[in-house]
T-cell receptor
Framework: EPEVTQTPSHQVTQMGQEVILRCVPI?????FYWYRQILGQKVEFLVS????????KSEIFDDQFSVERPDGSNFTLKIRSTKLEDSAMYFC?????????FGPGTRLTVT | AQRVTQPEKLLSVFKGAPVELKCNYS??????LFWYVQYSRQRLQLLLR??SRESIKGFTADLNKGETSFHLKKPFAQEEDSAMYYC??????????FGKGTRLHILP
């Protein structure tokens, strides 16, 4: 069964550095999402993406965040200048007809 | 506005005992609800959607419009059911708004 994949599984970075989290959605899906989960808290929606543009973004998704689909397979989340409070699990999801399928997540640790 | 609440943060149940994870909704229009599960160190995955009326891993959930509830039930808990469970509204507005979830802990 096809799955959403994410790399890396764990990323450690220093405050102020740029990070790029990568996702490979399921191949025939057209809708893409990023969510995050700060340790001990609920999963929060960040952004949705369709037809090469952002469909919706949350208040969390400020100017420090950006998403891109640079080729036919990858979907990336970039954080320009990381802050300590960006430490979280970041989940990518993709959707075909109805259901969102989630990736295993990338744990981002900002020191 | 659509809203779901899961009143229990943690639910501990003995193996073999019945399980009921509560979810109440506040909706305008006809609700369509899902249950997601996150096992330890695994990805979030869809467990049930109410319109399919199916049973997955022994779990069922019935939409009760009178009580505005969509409780998740299983008659006999198994140790592998230990996980975080999230009741969530559908992909309206093309995003999932997760609640705080309920951690189910199955005691041996």
């Amino acid at each position: 069964e096809p799955e959403v994949t994410q790399t890396p599984s764990h990323q450690v970075t220093q405050m102020g550095q740029e990070v790029i989290l990568r996702c490979v959605p399921i191949s025939n899906h057209l809708y893409f999402y990023w969510y995050r989960q700060i340790l001990g808290q609920k999963v929060e929606f960040l952004v949705s993406f369709y037809n090469n543009e952002i469909s919706e973004k949350s208040e969390i998704f400020d100017d420090q965040f950006s998403v891109e689909r640079p080729d036919g397979s990858n979907f990336t989340l970039k954080i320009r200048s990381t802050k300590l409070e960006d430490s979280a699990m970041y989940f990518c999801a993709s959707r075909g007809d109805r259901e969102q399928y989630f990736g295993p997540g990338t744990r981002l640790t900002v020191t | 506005a659509q809203r779901v609440t899961q009143p229990e943060k943690l639910l501990s149940v003995f193996k073999g005992a019945p399980v009921e994870l509560k979810c109440n909704y506040s909706y305008s229009g006809s609700p369509e609800l899902f249950w997601y599960v996150q096992y330890s160190r695994q990805r979030l995955q869809l467990l049930l959607r109410h319109i399919s009326r199916e049973s997955i891993k022994g779990f069922t959930a019935d939409l009760n419009k009178g009580e505005t509830s969509f409780h998740l039930k299983k008659p006999f808990a198994q140790e592998e059911d230990s996980a975080m469970y999230y009741c969530a509204p559908p992909n309206r507005d093309d995003k999932i708004i997760f609640g705080k979830g309920t951690r189910l802990h199955i005691l041996p």
